[in-house]
Structure formats: C-alpha cells, structure tokens
C-alpha cells in the first residue's frame, strides 16, 4: 500500500495533552460485555517514510455519535491519547508546504494503541554481492536475479546492490541468459547462498530451458475486459513474465514461461470498465500449471467512489457480478480537493480506513486545527478506493492497529508474506 505515503512532513513540537469526554449512553458500547470507555493511544509517524514519530500535530478525537472529544497534540514520542467509548474515530492533521492531509482510523475500541503513519523508514545499502557464471552461447547479455531485484551486463562476473529492506541471510541467485531482442534463452539457479556484504559466489552447471508456465482462468463474467497475469520467481523482484489477453466465453489461458525455482508468485490483475483487482498467490516454483476459478476467487467489485464537498459524504458502492460477496481486513479511500485564496492554492488529502466500503461521513474538524473541511467553491482534485484481504490478515479489528505496516507486509514487494492476496481499487471519473 505504497500509494499511503503521501509525502508529508512533520510540523514543529508541541505539549501533549490528554483529552477526556463523560461517560456516553450504554448504547455506544460494542457489547454488553465491553469496556464503557477507555484510553485510546495514536502515534503518529512521518508519511515521508523517515521512522520518525511526528511531533507536535493534533489528533482529534471524535465519539460515534459525533461527539467532539478533543484534538490533543502528539507529544515528543509522537503520541496523543484520548479517553472514548467504543467505535469513536481518531483524526491526524498534517501540513506542510501548502498541502494538508488528514488521516482517519474508525471503529476504535478503548484500550486500543493505533500505529498510523510508515514505521520502515528509507531503505539504505546493505552491501555489494558478486556473482559469477558460465557463458552460454547466443547470449548478448546477462540477467542476474537476487533478493533485491536484478543487474544486468555482458560480463561473466556482475554485482548485486542489496538493500537493507530486502537482502535475505539466505538467497537464490537466478543467472538469465538474454538474446539481442532481450528474450530470456535459458537460466541457471543457485539456491542457498549466504549473504555476506561485499561477498560473492559463483554458479555452476548447466543451463536448462525455461519453464513452461500455462494460467488458466474460469468462470470469467463477461464484466471483465481483460486480464494479466504475471509469474515471478522466487517473489516479487525475482524474474517476472507477465502476458494480457481477453476471456472469451468466459474462460482465458495466458502463458508465462520462465525459470523454475524454491518458490513463485502469480499475480492476476482484472480489469474492468470502473475499476479492477489484484489476485496474488504463492505456488511451488516448479508448478507449470496454474488454474482460478475466477468468480469464486475475487473481493466484489468496487463503484467508483464519489465525494460531496458540501456534506462530506465519501461513497463507494460494490457489485458482487461474477465475484465472491467476502469481506475485506480493510478498507481505504481518499478524497482529494484544492482552494485558491488571492494567490495562494492548498491541496487537501483525506484518506479514511474503515471495515468495509459504503457511506462515510467524514468527522467534522474544529476550525482550531486548521480550516481543513471541504466546501461546495473548493476544486475536487480525484477520489480513489481500496479493499485488501489476505490469509495472514485477521480482519480490520487487528489491521487498523497498524494499517501501514500490516497491509504492505502482505501486498508490496520485496518478500510478500501472504500465501494469497486480494485487491479491489477503483478511481472516480
């Protein structure tokens, strides 16, 4: 989920404070058997991906009923902390340079201790790893695959760049011999190899052909314009082959021929004429065949979302056509708007994550924290939804603690955790 980094920066310290709200009506409670209220923690991180902790920059606390609670600041360790009832909300506002954006977590439960903002911080060097390898006749050029992704080059020896975010203890090092063309021609495997800084290995053997690889698809609804598919071997920034077709009659075969190796990921993107979606899976990396039954496999499909600047209101709806009617661990949509003063324009950026797509109403902000809230003259810059499930996930009452790191661990390269992913997006028009 790479496409939360918004690039802001963090705003000068500030004192926290700790806001507190009487005790709401019995009703607000999740269960009889929930807490009435309790603390609510958020620690906010630097969007910029830095891992740093945001200091100084309100979090304003609002009850389900729309109770204002308080918009304490984060303190020097980048937490402010509220006492709510059960499915309150948790705001941050961050300014910088003239854009402002607003994150918001629903359904918070007391007790709860929210992660909001990337924790990973800018990968850096880890070191260099030499590979060499044997020629192979018709080859022009080499590829070389590692954990950190591939160098290429006409050199019997190249180096890999590993970075700190990716590099494995343990690897497979893939050599892919090129033609003039760039067509892959054969390749040779190297499975086990300690990763040491400015260390090397040399692969031996013989080359073998590539793999064949055949992707087939099933109970395709005629909703579906075409369809990608893409096999990388061993993970993400492994060798990849995609190729695109049309189902007709409601089935599709693609081939996507390449190395065999310990493991591989097949990622399926459907498109659609509003939106698409992402069906990701981990399979033997010696598998040749691969089959989805298509209606029975994907998330339903989102509308696209549309936003009122006058009421605040951010609406997707969904269409279960040729899907499955499961539940997402999370959904995410943000709202984009300008205003131009005099001179001066601000960019706005709402970004929102909740349990499930419908009708959100964004929280109403106090004006103390900034005159964020849209109105009918400001300038809609685009709106975009998103729902992710995943087997390592265990629904939004786990994701929303941390929903950075949680979804991109399972969804973004380099090393993918999840055996299978799905992913439904969709952008307004």
Excluded at 92 to 107: L, P, R, W, Y
Excluded at 210 to 217: I, Q, V
Excluded at 267 to 277: E, H, K, L, V
Aim: contains cysteine; hydrophobic residues 35%.
């Amino acid at each position: 989920m790479s496409r939360l980094y918004l690039g802001l920066a963090a705003l000068a310290a500030c004192s926290p404070v700790v806001a507190h709200t009487p005790d709401a009506p019995p009703t607000i409670d999740s269960s009889p058997d929930a807490p009435g209220h309790g603390m609510v923690s958020v620690k906010v991180y630097d969007p910029n991906n830095t891992a740093a902790v945001v200091v100084g920059v309100p979090v304003v606390f609002i009850e389900a009923d729309g109770t204002q609670v308080g918009h304490p600041a984060t303190g020097a360790d980048g937490v402010a902390s509220a006492d709510v009832h059960a499915n309150a909300t948790a705001t941050v506002v961050i300014t910088t340079q003239g854009s402002t954006q607003m994150q918001t977590v629903t359904g918070l439960q007391p007790g709860d201790m929210i992660i909001l903002g990337p924790t990973n911080g800018t990968p850096t060097s880890a070191g260099t790893f030499s590979v060499t390898f044997p020629s192979f006749s018709g080859a022009t050029n080499y590829d070389v695959y590692g954990p950190c992704g591939s160098t290429n080059g006409t050199a019997l020896t190249l180096v890999l760049q590993m970075q700190t975010d990716c590099k494995l203890d343990t690897m497979d090092i893939t050599v892919v011999p090129k033609d003039a063309s760039g067509n892959p021609l054969v390749y040779l495997t190297k499975t086990g190899v300690a990763f040491v800084a400015g260390g090397s290995t040399t692969v031996t053997g013989n080359y073998t052909g590539l793999s064949p690889f055949t992707a087939s698809y099933t109970n395709i609804n005629a909703i579906v314009t075409s369809i990608n598919v893409s096999r990388a071997v061993p993970d993400g920034l492994g060798f990849s082959k995609s190729t695109q077709g049309t189902p007709a009659n409601g089935t599709l075969s693609l081939l996507a021929p390449g190395p065999a190796g310990t493991k591989a990921i097949v990622t399926s993107n459907f498109s659609t004429a509003t939106g698409g979606q992402l069906f990701q899976q981990a399979i033997p990396g010696n598998g040749q065949t691969y089959g989805l039954d298509v209606g029975a496999s994907l998330l339903p499909w989102l509308g696209a979302p549309t936003y009122d600047l006058t009421t605040h209101k951010l609406t997707v709806t969904t269409d279960t056509t040729g899907t499955t009617n499961d539940a997402p661990d999370l959904f995410f949509a943000q709202a984009a708007y300008s205003r131009t003063v005099g001179m001066t324009t601000t960019s706005y950026a709402w970004l929102i994550f909740a349990a499930a797509p419908g009708e959100l109403t964004l929280p109403t902000l106090p004006v103390d924290v900034g005159d964020v809230m849209s109105k009918a003259t400001d300038t809609p810059q685009g709106t975009f939804a998103g729902m992710v499930e995943a087997d390592t996930l265990n629904g939004y009452n786990d994701v929303r603690l941390d929903v950075y790191k949680k979804t991109n661990s399972v969804t973004d390269p380099p090393h993918p955790t999840a055996m299978r992913v799905r992913e439904a997006t969709a952008l307004s028009r």
